[in-house]
């Protein structure tokens, strides 16, 4: 499995937009279930988004619904997460993370459900 490699972090203001991207070479991508998590200072990794292996599919976390939108791009072997409406408290090292465990669609919010993770970006909203 070749590494997951985010992009696209950086340091913005209330309001603002990031695209996060996430791009492997590895791997058949299609097969993978995909997923954001962050984690900010002092706290625990949390989710914040998956994505079913058709794309058709997509959870999130309550605190960015309607604020952040997954997709996937298989062509491109990347996944994506856009982040609008950005506020302080999204301030965290975003990562991407993948599975190809076969079975049902289902939320896997839980780091466990994944094998695979890139080394994270920062994202900074300063107020």
């Known amino acids: 499995q070749a590494p997951l490699v985010e992009s696209g972090g950086g340091l913005v203001q209330t309001g603002d937009s990031l695209r996060l991207s996430c791009a492997t070479s590895?791997?058949?991508?299609?097969?993978?279930?995909l997923a954001w998590f962050r984690q900010a200072p002092g706290k625990e990794r949390e989710f914040v988004s998956s994505i079913s292996r058709s794309g058709g599919v997509k959870y999130y976390a309550d605190s960015v619904k309607g604020r952040f939108t997954i997709s996937r791009d298989d062509a491109k072997n990347t996944v994506y997460l856009q982040m609008n409406s950005l506020q302080p408290e999204d301030t965290a090292v975003y990562y991407c993370?993948?599975?190809?465990?076969?079975?049902?669609?289902?939320?896997?919010?839980?780091?466990?459900?994944?094998?695979?993770w890139g080394q994270g970006t920062q994202v900074t909203v300063s107020s």
């Open positions: 993370a993948a599975d190809a465990k076969p079975g049902p669609i289902r939320r896997r919010s839980s780091q466990s459900d994944y094998a695979y």
């Open positions: 590895g791997g058949t991508f299609s097969l993978y279930t």
